[in-house]
């Protein structure tokens, strides 16, 4: 029997969660609180539906007309990295079936069963979240070395990567944050885009809803003069 994995939700197409079109799995559980997360639906471990690894192939390959050359299929959540088994046998299936991988995720696990799961995966959208040790322990519960140990590794794999920040007013908004960018990306010649992202609270009722607190509830979203600023400080 194949295995069984947790599902948050299924995304049947999508383009903003790696190249192309794409559906995207929102895998359930996060070890991580970050101030800014936009799903909260997603952390719990004990939520989510359960899904065998052939059931999800099925759903993953009906679609597959539509990937094109570009797009395929992203691993996304929560923290795809909670249940490897998992993945590294549907990546299995993926890859025979010519399916183009991608996986977002905060890079808090490294270990031999993580390192088997990367060499399934074509991409990965590294969300880098903040500059700095202390920003990362007090909004996201981890360590900003946790992440660029995991950016060293897929740069010694040769992973292609794309550098994931969230924008965040009053966090992230600023020159300093865009230098560390920019130098990680001179180090690391995996990385082959940076993606800046507005933070926005859309997710404020989500919150709601589930009873807890939105911390940032009253954090605008950056002008669209800001991120153009920002943007134009990529190197
Ligand atoms: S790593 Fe992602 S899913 Fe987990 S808490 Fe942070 S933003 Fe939310």
Avoid: W
């Avoid at 050359?69 to 010519?98: H, N, R, Y």
């Avoid at 991409?123 to 500059?131: A, F, H, P, R």
């Amino acid at each position: 029997m194949s295995k069984i994995g947790k599902i948050s939700s299924f995304q049947s197409l999508g383009t903003v969660d790696g190249p192309g079109i794409r559906s995207v799995v929102f895998m359930q559980g996060c070890p991580l609180r970050c101030i800014c997360c936009h799903n909260p639906e997603t952390l719990g471990f004990d939520g989510g539906e359960a899904i065998s690894v052939n059931e999800l192939f099925k759903k993953i390959i009906r679609f597959k007309v539509y990937y094109g050359k570009t797009g395929g299929v992203t691993f996304s959540g929560g923290e795809p990295l909670m249940q490897p088994d998992f993945l590294i046998e549907i990546c299995k299936k993926l890859k025979a079936a010519g399916i183009h991988i991608a996986l977002d995720t905060s890079g808090c696990i490294l270990n031999d069963k993580i390192k088997k799961l990367l060499s399934l995966i074509d991409l990965v959208l590294l969300d880098v979240k903040y500059y700095d040790n202390e920003s990362y322990k007090k909004n996201a519960g981890m360590s900003l070395d946790k992440a660029i140990e995991f950016l060293s590794y897929l740069n010694e794999q040769n992973i292609d990567t794309y550098i994931r920040r969230v924008i965040i007013p009053g966090f992230t908004d600023n020159e300093m944050s865009i230098e560390h960018i920019n130098s990680l990306k001179e180090k690391y010649p995996c990385i082959k885009k940076v993606e800046l992202l507005p933070f926005h609270n859309l997710c404020i009722e989500k919150y709601e809803n589930m009873g807890l607190e939105f911390k940032l509830k009253d954090t605008p979203t950056p002008t669209s003069e800001k991120m153009e600023y920002l943007n134009s400080l990529l190197k």
